[in-house]
T-cell receptor, first 114, second 112 residues
Framework: GESVGLHLPTLSVQEGDNSIINCAYS??????FIWYKQESGKGPQFIID?????DKRQGQRVTVLLNKTVKHLSLQIAATQPGDSAVYFC?????????????FGKGTLLTVNP | DADVTQTPRNRITKTGKRIMLECSQT?????MYWYRQDPGLGLRLIYY???????NKGEISDGYSVSRQAQAKFSLSLESAIPNQTALYFC???????????FGPGTRLTVL
């Protein structure tokens, strides 16, 4: 049978390359999206967030793109470094408004090769 | 994040034992959350609290209970632990008016 959820999507890049991590969401009512980074043995750490009234938001070396038409979110990391190796999670506020609950994706494992 | 602490960090216990995981925060946030993380499944919400004495079930609350004793403390209990509760457990906090959540370092629980 299918081993759903036992294997993370993985992305392997060379140091210095740009990385793109993708996330699909299903609820058109979601109005807030957030990316977290989780290093081995640690809790998730905030990277960047975006509200549904925006298409793009930039941080330091990271950019989040939101395509509401196809319900797609992406995280772009410029000049990827070995320290960027981690699992990356997208999360959405499905209820919108004052829901204040996040629903997390399964994560993507990013490996940066020196 | 040192502002959100969890104790213990690691725990091994036996089936049927009662276990309590503690979460404390110095951020002054009203909202606190407990999540469970299993390999390849992301984080799933167990319980959450928007204020002292406010308790809400998440998507996987069966087999768990919580207590919000004070604004700064939110504890998770497993009344009778079972092996499929072996997982990483994370506490998170969130300030009023924000969706962003701040996570603790996690507790690795193993139920034999």
């Amino acid at each position: 049978g299918e081993s759903v959820g036992l294997h993370l999507p993985t992305l392997s890049v060379q140091e210095g390359d740009n990385s793109i991590i993708n996330c699909a969401y299903s609820n058109s009512a979601s109005d807030y999206f957030i990316w977290y980074k989780q290093e081995s043995g640690k809790g998730p750490q905030f990277i960047i967030d975006i509200r549904s009234n925006m298409d793009k938001r930039q941080g330091q070396r990271v950019t989040v793109l939101l395509n509401k038409t196809v319900k797609h979110l992406s995280l772009q990391i410029a000049a990827t470094q070995p320290g960027d190796s981690a699992v990356y999670f997208c999360a959405e506020n499905r209820g919108g408004g004052s829901n204040y609950k996040l629903t997390f994706g399964k994560g993507t494992l990013l490996t940066v090769n020196p | 994040d040192a502002d959100v602490t969890q104790t213990p960090r690691n725990r091994i216990t036996k089936t049927g034992k009662r276990i309590m995981l503690e979460c404390s925060q110095t951020k002054g946030h009203d909202r606190m959350y407990w999540y469970r993380q299993d390999p390849g499944l992301g984080l799933r919400l167990i319980y959450y609290s928007f204020d002292v004495k406010d308790i809400n079930k998440g998507e996987i609350s069966d087999g768990y209970s919580v207590s919000r004793q004070a604004q700064a403390k939110f504890s998770l209990s497993l009344e009778s632990a079972i092996p499929n509760q072996t997982a990483l457990y994370f506490c998170a906090t969130s300030p009023g008016g924000s969706d962003e959540q701040f996570f603790g370092p996690g507790t690795r629980l193993t139920v034999l």
